[in-house]
């Protein structure tokens, strides 16, 4: 048995259009991922967020069920489209009274609410103005995090400015793939920037709100080449090495030094130039508590002149996405548990100054019901696998304070639609009945013991 340390934080995660439902109740307004998801194409199997699991009206079913399973902690996403219905101005009282009503009920159960305000369900309001292209949607963020903060400050300790900033920019603005769906390069790397002035200014209205805690949540994953992924010591051509750093500065440095140390990597101050600002640097750098990690497998890349660059990645000219061999999950994700390890202990040691915590990791897997079980051994045994990971990285320096597993139900998986799931509670799409998977089981002893 690994044990953790004392104080580990141990949860599970969700966002707001996977699970809520109740898209067009209390006042709600349109989100993008409503408009991308009811544009032909664009969902597998034509799904919406619509209904998703119900967790609107089954919020204290499911946080019974948290509290089955001993989970000390919750991420969840707050919709802003449910805030303010159009982006800003007047707060709607009923929207924010449903995350009121979640957070008492949390407390309730001595879980401890993790709250996220921005998981990419942009009220489309904003991008009908030019969405996180427009710099001033930036500026409405902090207006909605100051008001999401009046209603729930008083009880909530923990707070998230943004989840996975890249793949709102670079998957929603790049390649198309994700809401809104455009596909603009150019328009990706300044959609990033502003998400970085959001969280700047959403920190900053936080901190001067009293706020506890607060983290930047990013979709991180370590850069190898090929044969660097199961031999870390393998040895890296030049051309190869410059592949992956350029990478790793688009993946991860892009988000983490303008926020830990107010300024771009090297490799991309001049991609940036054209829409920073003076001062922008200076308001992205606030100071934060943690960093979350959200890993899923690692990014395998060499050098390959002549390749043109992936949409998704604006300046990867040259550079050859790889696949893995080995096992992978339902999404075709190679499992890799020792790069979360290796992913860890790098980000302790290239940014001390903030504690890390997962956010998401889990896995999908073609899940059936049988008898009222769901056996779920490969999910089970990913989670075992990275979670020993964890542990690994702790014995090695680096701060990790706690682990949310991805994810608490099956749900809306954005692109996907129903057809992926990536939860430890199985949901019937059809009577929206919950049943613990045997990974739910297992994972209720792990966090009883502290240990795997």
């Known amino acids: 048995m690994r044990t953790f340390p004392a104080g580990f934080v141990w949860g599970a995660a969700t966002a707001a259009y996977q699970i809520e439902g109740a898209a067009k109740e209390d006042g709600r307004g349109q989100s993008i991922w409503d408009t991308f998801s009811a544009t032909p ?69 001595d879980i401890t609410p993790y709250v996220t305000l921005y998981h990419w369900d942009l009220p489309q309001a904003l991008e009908d103005r030019g969405g996180w292209a427009n710099r001033d949607t930036a500026y409405r963020f902090a207006e909605y995090a100051q008001a999401v903060h009046d209603k729930l400050g008083d009880r909530v300790r923990e707070w998230t400015t943004l989840n996975e900033p890249w793949v709102a920019a670079f998957l929603g603005y790049g390649n198309g793939v994700h809401a809104p769906g455009r596909a603009e390069p150019a328009d990706a790397l300044r959609a990033a920037h502003h998400l970085l002035l959001a969280h700047g200014l959403g920190t900053k209205v936080l901190r001067e709100a009293g706020a506890e805690r607060i983290m930047l949540v990013i979709n991180s994953a370590p850069v190898f080449t090929p044969a660097q992924v199961h031999d870390p010591a393998a040895p890296v051509s030049e051309a190869d090495a410059e592949a992956v750093a350029r990478i790793d500065a688009l993946l991860t440095r892009q988000f983490l030094d303008p926020a830990l140390r107010g300024s771009y990597p090297e490799e991309l101050v001049a991609a940036h130039a054209p829409h920073v600002r003076d001062g922008d640097l200076e308001l992205i750098n606030q100071p934060i508590d943690l960093v979350g990690i959200n890993y899923y497998n690692p990014t395998v890349v060499e050098a390959a002149p002549g390749t043109p660059a992936d949409p998704a990645w604006p300046g990867s000219q040259g550079v050859r996405f790889c696949p893995v061999d080995g096992p992978a999950t339902a ?91 990536f939860g430890i509670v199985h949901v019937d799409y059809g009577t929206l009945t919950r049943t613990p998977k045997d990974s739910a089981l297992w994972y209720r002893d792990a966090v009883s013991a502290n240990a795997v």
């Open 41 to 109: 194409g664009k969902v597998a199997g034509g799904d919406t967020g619509e209904t998703a699991t119900g967790h609107y009206h089954r919020y204290r079913e499911d946080v019974a069920l948290m509290r089955s399973l001993g989970l000390g902690a919750y991420r969840f996403s707050v919709a802003w489209p449910r805030v303010q219905p159009d982006g800003g101005g007047a707060v709607n009282p009923l929207g924010l009274g449903f995350y009121d009503r979640l957070v008492d009920e949390l407390l309730a159960g």
């Open 331 to 421: 999404m075709g994700w190679p499992i890799v548990p020792s790069g979360l390890s290796r992913l860890l202990v790098r980000l302790g040691r290239d940014y001390p100054e903030v504690g890390l915590m997962v956010t998401e990791n889990g896995a999908a897997f073609d899940d059936t019901v049988e008898d009222g079980r769901v056996h779920d051994a490969d999910r089970l045994d990913y989670l075992r696998t990275h979670l020993r990971a964890v542990h690994d990285a702790i014995g090695e320096g680096a701060d990790v304070r706690g682990y949310l597993v991805w994810s608490l139900l099956d749900n809306f998986e954005w692109a996907e639609g129903y057809r992926k799931r």
